[in-house]
């Protein structure tokens, strides 16, 4: 059994034991001020790209004909991630965080280059796919960062940090690309966001190197796991064709749904804890709980820029800025489940996060009626946001805090495997709901294109609503009984792989 503290955390510069200093810094104490910016500000270029890229996209889609094809361009990013997601865990956890952490931010680049100069719907979705790939290395990169370089104390606090870091992109961001989308063109929401690489870079790399890079223990690199490569490539290809079936609704397009099955099914089952979809209490249930959470808010979150556009004629500004606010909340909601003293209601705060999700995602449909005002979901969103703060950095602490240090690349992998295929998935069957119901043919309420199309948005909301039902049940499962409880109450409060396969 590994002891709670990795490898590299507080050490000094002679890698000795922790300074007196670094025992009792904050995460913006002196010992940790350069590396915390400088991870938290690669999150704040992820989540400029990803409000204000969302913004851009319903005028990018209807100026490249590419309406019908709307959630490919969602869902490709989550596909390519998926792959990215795992060599990044192979990668940190055999040569450390930062080759993936540097690769991942120069294939985040340049998918947006690709995106921003397309002239045709598919490249468009390549250039998003390869921003997947980036932000798949990306995201697990700085996991192992916060496992390996944070004690235990201050993991809480650097995932409120991340989610801080949504904050200001998410009231610039969409008002920054909307005005950018109206005056210059959607083109330069994508290739400006690019030149942000370089101070997250050159601030956080260096520190990276001190406390996080190499293998665990001075371990010796070791060698590629091909089986889970293989298993990777497997779980991408499956969820790409399914995704395609999905947006394919003619008979012919069940070849390739039951392709991608046949690929996906066993791939997830090499890659995810065991037990994962029954829920089995611990580390597997907390995997599940990420997917079902993301997956459903994300797949939500994705047409309701487009619900707002198309059907009650906002503009791309305005129908970004409704989402602005949640950023705020959901940073309120990581910095809640911060504090030391709700430690112990942590299980509580998640099944209310979850319920708060699902009803967020239950109203945002109400607009869909002419009667009901259009801010109501820029409301309802702030309260899901809220509530997505409390699970979604919830999640995190406790992955980590189930992973020994030489497996933290490889279980995060699994975190955010759920997360990102559960979203692929997600909005795969969303966006086949929608271009079942005419969806694919919306336009501005203008012109007078409605009939069937707020069904098109319903049939999407409402079954993602009952998926955050299903993780506000799954919370209650998050903690294991008998033994392994004891220990988390003892005092070196052990703990080990959980039931990982291999991670």
Do not use: K
Request: hydrophobic letters at 50%; a positive charge; proline letters at 6%.
């Amino acid at each position: 059994m590994a002891t709670l503290e990795p490898r590299g955390v507080g050490v000094d510069d002679e890698g000795g034991a922790p300074s007196g200093r670094e025992r009792a810094d904050g995460v913006l104490g002196r010992s940790y001020r350069a590396l915390s910016v400088g991870i938290v500000s690669v999150v704040v270029l992820v989540a400029f790209e990803a409000t204000a890229v969302g913004t851009a996209m319903p005028v990018a889609a209807r100026e490249l004909d590419g309406v019908g094809l709307y959630a490919f361009a969602f869902s490709g990013y989550f596909t390519t991630s998926l792959f990215g997601m795992v060599v990044s865990g192979q990668w940190a956890d055999r040569r450390g965080p930062v080759g993936a952490l540097t690769a991942g931010i120069a294939a985040f680049g340049a998918g947006l280059l690709v995106s921003g100069t397309a002239g045709a719907m598919w490249l468009f979705i390549l250039g998003r796919a390869v921003q997947g790939f980036g932000g798949g290395l990306v995201i697990v990169a700085l996991y192992v960062v916060v496992g390996r370089a944070y004690p235990e104390r201050l993991r809480p606090a650097i995932m409120a940090a991340f989610a801080a870091g949504w904050v200001v992109p998410s009231v610039v961001g969409p008002l920054a690309a909307g005005a950018v989308t109206e005056q210059l063109g959607w083109r330069w929401v994508f290739v400006g966001i690019p030149v942000l690489v370089v101070f997250p870079l050159a601030l956080a790399l260096p520190q990276i190197r001190r406390r996080a890079a190499g293998p665990v223990d001075g371990r010796a690199p070791g060698g590629v796991d091909r089986r889970r490569i293989r298993l990777a490539l497997g779980i991408s290809l499956g969820a790409g064709l399914l995704q395609y079936a999905a947006q394919d609704l003619r008979p012919l397009s069940l070849l390739p749904g039951l392709a991608g099955a046949a690929l996906l099914v066993p791939a997830v089952l090499g890659l995810l804890p065991r037990g994962t979809y029954r829920a089995v209490r611990g580390l597997p249930s907390v995997v599940l709980l990420r997917g079902l959470a993301a997956g459903s808010f994300i797949a939500a979150e994705s047409f309701v820029p487009l619900m707002l556009v198309t059907q009650r004629g906002l503009s791309p500004t305005l129908a970004g800025f409704s989402l602005a606010a949640g950023g705020g909340t959901w940073a309120l909601g990581s910095w809640v489940q911060s504090r030391a003293r709700v430690e112990p209601y942590r299980q509580r705060l998640m099944t209310v996060g979850m319920v708060l999700t699902a009803a967020a995602i239950a109203t945002a449909p109400s607009v869909l009626i002419d009667s009901v005002p259009v801010w109501t979901v820029a409301v309802a969103w702030g309260f899901g946001c809220f509530g997505m703060g409390l699970v979604i950095s919830s999640t995190s602490v406790l992955l980590l805090h189930l992973s020994a240090p030489e497996e933290a690349g490889s279980n995060s992998a699994a975190l955010q495997i759920s997360d990102g295929l559960s979203n692929a998935l997600l909005l795969a069957a969303g966006g086949a709901a929608f271009a079942a119901l005419g969806g694919g043919a919306v336009s501005h309420t203008a012109t007078g294109a409605t009939g069937a199309h707020p069904a098109a948005f319903a049939v999407v909301f409402l079954p993602m609503a009952g998926v955050a039902l299903v993780g506000a049940w799954v919370t209650t499962r998050l903690r294991e009984r008998g033994p392994e409880r004891q220990r988390e109450r003892g005092p070196e409060r052990e703990r080990g792989p959980q039931s990982v396969p291999e991670p």
